[in-house]
């Protein structure tokens, strides 16, 4: 088995400050316990081309209406596909599929929370976003109310 000589980087891109409603039951199903929680909003903020060391602010706000389906698998495990809109100050409109795996710690804590970011973007300053591949974190900043997601683009 061969691999390249040259291992990905992960670069940080964008934090992304999501407000979220109540998490909604929506009962069992074939795959595990399903929910729903609605995108209120937020903030996110980050660079532009984390790629080059000119800085370029890439900043705005997530777009309300999104939505996050929940599934706790009968394993214990957690899996989440987030979809929402992201609006930079410029105007221009990002839409975000963030897949998440979460694990719990024994004493029910967030013990692994990671992701793959599926981003797509129009034609213009943001295009370069549709040809590279991001990475993401998840943490609850305030239960029931605020989730920090880290994004970092793989180079």
């Not at 929506?26 to 903030?43: K, S, Y």
């Not at 903020?45 to 790629?51: D, K, S, V, Y």
Request: with cysteine; net charge negative.
């Amino acid at each position: 088995m061969s691999f390249s000589p040259t291992a990905p980087r992960l670069l940080p891109c964008w934090e992304a400050h999501v407000d979220i409603a109540p998490t909604q039951d929506h009962g069992a199903g074939p795959d595990g316990h399903r929910f729903v929680v609605p995108i209120l909003g937020g903030r996110f903020e980050g660079r532009l081309a984390p790629e080059s060391d000119a800085p370029s602010p890439f900043a705005g706000e997530i777009l309300p209406g999104g939505f996050d389906l929940q599934r706790l698998r009968p394993d214990g495990r957690k899996e989440l596909e987030a979809i929402y809109h992201m609006r930079t100050r410029e105007g221009v409109a990002i839409e975000v599929r963030n897949r998440v795996l979460i694990d719990y710690a024994p004493d029910g804590s967030l013990d692994y929370a990671r992701s793959c970011i599926s981003v797509f973007a129009p034609a213009g300053p943001c295009d370069w976003l549709n040809a590279r591949v991001f990475v993401g974190t998840l943490q609850v900043v305030r239960p029931q109310g605020q989730v920090l997601i880290r994004s970092f683009l793989v180079a």
